[in-house]
């Protein structure tokens, strides 16, 4: 090891600085892969790679990278940090090549939101989204990376003084002393990002430190013709109030709901009776003698019931009107008092994905 690294990796010579640290492009001979071994150049800031790997072995995201392996660097002691290499353009470069249509736009979004959400649900807060911390694979899916900042929810979710990156901080990491937060901060960074996004600069406001909240800003004023429903959600982003703002699963929900516009199946059992539900055939009614009646219609983004009369429970919940239906329940038709006499129908959604 003439170069403190294991020799299963070898040098590229290929190199990349930023941030904390360096990264060592490597090709693994054992597993006939590409990776990238990132070091920590201040030896002070060792304990910020140890949170990063913390971080990484926790996660499994297909938009989050993955960690291989860890070693000391026999040479100058460092340690290092093996992961998967994604060799593509960052969102810098994404925004540069000029114009995209609002599907681009809510499809990079959804990904975002997905990685996000994902790290969220393994109870970490990254601390440090931004445009530089995300790539391309090869296969367009976007990775999120460098944990450097990464801190656990309860656990060691405060610091003393600033830190993050000016422009993508929430107004609350600007506070003096010791600075609690929590994933509420990722949920702004993700705003800031949604914002740049769509190549218009982001207001001036928003780049202070702390940045601005007073003048209300709005995703309606954007050339994306962006759907209302996520307007609300992405100025709720970029909020004062940490505990209003959305949380990344709800978004991911609503991206995934408005990417798969028109693509959802649904189908009803009821007895020897099956209906279908989708793009083709919009709505289906059911009126059932001495139980009552029931329409349920497809908006393209959700099923709702768009006429009910009599006693109507979806996972014994009594139902009106408007009501959306989750995507597997079942439907009863009765009051209570009719006990095994009532009628049971079963409605199941098909799962389909979003394709990136």
Known sequence: MPNGIPPRYVPTGRVLTGGMGEVLICQDTSLEREVAIKFIQDVRDQHRLFDEIAALQKIRSKHVVQIFDVFLNEVDRRIGIVQEYISGNDLV???????????????????????????????????????????????????????????????????????????????????????????????????????????????????????????????????????????????????????SRPSMSDITNLLRNYLLKDKHRALLVYGNNTYTLSNAKRLVKLDVQNYGSLHIRYTGLDFLIDFVNGSVFVNNQIVRQGFVLPKDCVITLGDPSLKASRLFITFDVSNPEVVL
């Open 93 to 243: 470069s994404f925004v540069e090549r000029g114009s995209i249509s609002i599907n681009e736009y809510l499809k990079v979004l959804y990904q975002i939101a997905s990685g996000i959400g994902d790290i969220h649900a393994q109870g970490l807060i990254h601390r440090d989204v931004k445009p530089n911390n995300m790539k391309f694979d090869q296969s367009n899916i976007i990775k999120i990376f460098d944990f450097g900042l990464a801190r656990f929810s309860g656990k060691n979710d405060s610091t003393l003084g600033f830190a993050g990156t000016p422009g993508f901080a929430a107004p609350e990491l600007y506070r003096s002393g010791l600075v609690p937060f929590t994933t509420a901060v990722d949920t702004y960074a993700f705003g800031i990002i949604a914002w740049y996004l769509s190549g218009i600069e982001i207001p001036e406001s928003l780049l202070g430190r702390p940045p601005s909240l007073a003048n209300a800003l709005s995703f309606s004023s954007l050339s994306l013709a962006i759907p209302a429903s996520i307007v609300d959600l992405l100025d709720r982003t970029l909020i004062e109030d940490i505990n």
